[in-house]
């Protein structure tokens, strides 16, 4: 079975700062995806960015990266400028290749101060 | 717009009734799925469908059913037996993951708020 774990339950940010989420998982799988979601106040799950453990290059979309190290599997979220709107819980997820199912982390919930 | 609806946002439910919660998608996705959340956990599956007329238990189904009989929808019925049921609840869908498709993530509706009273 595989297992997602967030060690930070709480993080705070200034606005315009930069801040990484960290999140480890546990598989003995070679193929799979992993995942960061976002949820506002409005409890909407939002994909933020994903990661094939088959790509080496780390992912980015626009303020967020990832440090993907496959060895250590880890994989910790980068959030550039942070913005007010970043606030919510962020969730880490791994789905195994040809598997319907995904394996979330307790999440991490981060706050943007002005 | 494409996406996936839940309703109703909020739901109360008397102690020893069932009560059904909505899912419906319009973006002809495959597979779906019921999580439940709970303060200071992730969401844990409660059950996922890939076609219609079949489903499959996830890690909580114990108190839970659900149907497919229609691509677009997937309710799930919690019943008295769920000893707990106070949660919030998360639908999704996503395209078929049995393949390689880069697509592989979930899709979210807005949830549902269930409370015993």
């Known amino acids: 079975a595989q297992t997602v774990t967030q060690s930070q339950p709480e993080m705070s940010v200034q606005e315009a700062e930069t801040v990484t989420l960290s999140c480890t998982y546990d598989?003995?799988?070679?193929?799979?995806?992993l995942f960061w979601y976002k949820q506002p106040p409005s409890r909407q799950m939002i994909l933020v960015i994903r990661?094939?453990?088959?790509?080496?290059q780390n992912a980015t979309e626009n303020r967020f990266s990832v440090n993907f190290q496959k060895a250590a599997k880890s994989f910790s979220l980068k959030i550039s400028d942070s913005q007010l709107g970043d606030t919510a819980m962020y969730f880490c997820?791994?789905?195994?290749?040809?598997?319907?199912?995904?394996?979330f982390g307790k999440g991490t919930k981060l706050s943007v101060i002005p | 717009d494409g996406g996936i609806t839940q309703s109703p946002k909020y739901l109360f439910r008397k102690e020893g009734q069932n009560v059904t919660l909505s899912c419906e998608q319009n973006?002809?996705?495959?597979?779906m799925y019921w999580y439940r959340q709970d303060p200071g956990q992730g969401l844990r599956l409660i059950y996922y469908?890939?076609?219609?007329?079949?489903?499959q238990k996830g890690d909580i189904a114990e108190g839970y059913s659900v149907s497919r009989e229609k691509k677009e929808s997937f309710p799930l019925t919690v019943t008295s037996a769920q000893k707990n049921p106070t949660a919030f609840y998360l639908c999704a869908s996503s395209i078929d993951q049995g393949s390689s498709q880069i697509n592989t993530e979930a899709f979210f509706g807005q949830g549902t708020r269930l409370t015993v009273v």
């Open positions: 973006l002809n996705h495959d597979a």
């Open positions: 598989t003995s799988e070679n193929n799979y995806y």
């Open positions: 469908s890939q076609i219609v007329n079949d489903f």
């Open positions: 997820a791994f789905r195994r290749a040809g598997s319907y199912q995904l394996t």
């Open positions: 990661q094939e453990a088959y790509k080496q």
